[in-house]
């Protein structure tokens, strides 16, 4: 099945709706858009995911399914909780598992969901002498050219036949398992998001005091007493995360909160400054002018316009 969103809240809801936690923030300025394509067979799933904006993607595994991501790269950029991304590197993502990405430019990804007794019992099959120990947490796998080159030969065909055969995702869990085993050997091979350096910590740390505090006024100093660092090394951690300064990412967090709020609104009893005010924003006169900018769209069109 393929479809192509041109909103982000659209695109939210429909992956929210097939079962996935999901919860994305449009960083970047400029209309959205997204093409998904999505197969389903042998009680396993492929997803593959265009993006064309600069995004913040929150996201957790799917309960009683292991979880693998492809990037796609092309020109873009994207990281996982603060490590950078390949095209020749996975992400593991064990069931009900926390991740944070963050995209910039064309970026597509592809994810395999596979049931969680499927996959160990494809591990107990390929090493049925060893007691394998996978990680807990969301894992980033960096690059093996030549399992990548297979996976890739596996799932090229699904595309071109619409197809997810159970033969497929049976060649598709013996080269991921291979990869995972070879990596079990090279610990500097994989980094777990919970140790992948200060200055993400110090970064997701900022995060969270804006996320608390995005409605109120918030200065720099603020964020520098949180996260216990100065502002030179806040403004190095937190761009080299988010790839934007940290006042821009508050500026866009409420852009995000006011459309969100704009889009679930009933226009009969709801004023787009109430909205803007309610969620931080203070200097009216060029709320309008930056979220055209930043959507593509008036905040008036966002509040009347009927979504699917």
């Given at each position: ?69 492809l990037p796609n ?119 777990t998001q919970w ?114």
């Amino acid at each position: 099945m393929s479809e192509t969103f041109s909103a982000i809240e659209e695109l939210e809801g429909a992956l929210q709706s097939a079962g996935y936690d999901v919860d994305y923030r449009q960083i970047g300025k400029g209309a959205f858009s997204s093409e998904v394509e999505t197969f389903v067979g042998a009680d396993s799933v492929l997803a593959s995911v265009r993006f064309n904006n600069h995004l913040q993607i929150g996201a957790q595994a799917t309960q009683g399914f292991v979880g693998i991501i492809l990037p796609n790269l092309g020109s873009g950029k994207a990281a996982m909780c603060g490590t950078a991304l390949d095209d020749e590197g996975i992400v593991f993502l064990p069931p009900r598992s926390e991740m944070e990405f963050v995209t910039s430019g064309r970026v597509k990804n592809e994810t395999v969901l596979i049931p969680e007794a499927k996959f160990h019992a494809f591990v107990r099959a390929l090493a049925p002498s060893q007691t394998w120990s996978f990680p807990k947490v969301a894992t980033v796998y960096q690059a093996n050219p030549l399992r990548h080159a297979q996976l890739r030969q596996v799932i090229s065909p699904v595309y071109r036949n619409g197809c997810l055969s159970a033969e497929t995702v049976s060649s598709l869990l013996t080269t991921l398992v291979l990869w995972l085993i070879d990596a079990d050997a090279s610990p500097e091979s994989k980094s777990t998001q919970w140790r992948n350096g200060s200055a993400a910590t110090i970064a997701r740390r900022a995060e969270t005091f804006i996320e608390n505090e995005y409605q109120n006024t918030i200065h720099l100093n603020d964020l520098c007493v949180h996260t216990g660092v100065g502002l030179r090394t806040l403004q190095r951690c937190f761009a080299s995360y988010f790839q934007i300064s940290p006042l821009e990412y508050i500026k866009t967090r409420r852009l995000n909160e006011v459309r969100r709020a704009l889009v679930n609104a009933d226009h009969s009893d709801c004023t787009v400054t109430s909205v803007a005010m309610k969620n931080g924003i203070s200097h009216l006169g060029r709320f309008s002018v930056e979220y055209r900018a930043h959507f593509g769209e008036s905040p008036s069109k966002t509040l009347t316009e009927k979504r699917p």
